[in-house]
RNA sequence: GGUGGGGUACCGAAGCGGUCAAACGGGGCAGACUGUAACUCUGCUGGCUCAGCCUUCGAAGGUUCGAAUCCUUCCCCCACCA
């Protein structure tokens, strides 16, 4: 592959870059000394569930991979002990270093299934972050003034609001351009809200006497609601690690507009075949529905395993459009007569007797697909009797 | 150091002596509809032995027949001016 081939290959789908000719350089020189570029990129350990967000991302990270460079995964960690005060109200507990490296075997554990592990080197920054001493802190934040902070757009906003801005936060940009020059990145990748904090990895790495990253952001896609961008605690999340059902069904649940985002950024799909399929869609002669179908088997495949995005759709098919049973369900174990309500409990589909008995009084409670409002009900144990609760909670009862 | 503003249910936010288990919005759940776990519409959303009772409005005391609302002390948060 030629050098322009791959930065084309390299640069698809990136928002910001900073700069084309810098990165084109750097490929020249690379290839010209035998070896690969160091891509740095960072994660934050406390929650570690990869979603696909995080994919849009790694995908990036693979395709460097593929053209031969390193990727230089670094895992927070040493923010992770700290906690982090940025959420006002719920200061995030420290986490143990115990929970910290077992947090980041999960998360290698699903990055790989992204990742080539041959070439990734996974670090945790508290290796040279646990080291500092506080001197060494005020030196590191002599170099930056809080007008270049305050440029940052939310600071810079929350600023003029009167909101709070904790110390901790206004280093944090500080702390992760450092991780820049002690893995010594060439290329730094990172979402569009990370831009500050990437740009500032250039300036610090300039102090040290480094050549500056390349910074390339890649957009944060939205999350299942369709307007706020994926995220753990929004709960609008698809993670890599879920069950296929749930990968399709959370899948099915996006927005037809949203669906084609997800073919580019997480499936990669060309942007001309993306553009073929939507015109064919427009057209009437391709339904939504089948390319939504697609695009759920493809990724449970990808992640779940090949064959699984299949039985996943059929299994979701079976389930909301032909409103069949689900092929395999809990079994609860009953010993005698029961209570509705005591019953929908203790299926764990109410997390109290005032929810199961709303459930049962709004006709959320089904036996054998009878519709049960009376709250007062008591079943006589059959066994192999289904319970539905709502759409999707199914439990086979049998006698014990 | 000074001034001012705050701490209310999962989150945001109203309420400022009884009609408060606490408006409203978001989120969540259920129902209808649907290609869909989307959209929209409707309802619900502290607990219980549920037409009643119990525990909740930063914490502890107090005033009152009655307190999220008034008083005292304490704890915590934020902004601004120095």
Known sequence: MTIDQQLELL?????????????????????????GLRIKYGADPSAPDIHLGHVVGLNKLREFQDAGHTVVFIIGDFTGMIGDPSGKSATRPALSKEQVLENAESYKKQVFKILDPEKTEVRFNSEWLGEMRFEDVIRLSAH??????????????????????SLVEFLYPLVQAYDSVMVEADVELGGTDQLFNLLLGRELQKIYGQHPQVVMTLPLIEGLDGVQKMSKSLNNYVGVNEASKEMFGKLMSVSDELMWKYFLYILCRPPEEIDAMRARVSSGELHPRAVKDELGRCIVDRFVGEGEGAKAA?????????????????????????????????????GSNGEA???????????????????????????GMILRVGKRKFARLSLS
Request: glycine share 6%; net charge neutral.
């Open 357 to 383: 008995r709303r459930l049962i009084q709004q006709g959320g409670v089904r036996l054998d697909d009878v519709q049960n409002k009376d709250i007062k009900a008591v079943i006589p144990p059959v066994d």
């Open 144 to 165: 930056v003034t809080v007008a270049q902070l305050l440029a940052r757009d939310d600071f810079s906003k929350r600023y003029a609001d009167n909101r709070p801005i």
């Open 11 to 35: 640069t698809a789908r990136h928002v910001d870059l900073f700069s084309g000719d810098e990165l084109k350089k750097k490929l020249e020189i690379a290839a010209k000394e035998g070896r």
């Open 314 to 350: 059929e299994e979701f098919a079976r389930v909301f459009a032909e409103r069949k049973l689900p092929t395999d369900m809990t079994e609860l174990a009953l010993e005698g007569e029961i209570g509705l309500i005591d019953l929908v409990v203790k299926a764990g589909f109410a």
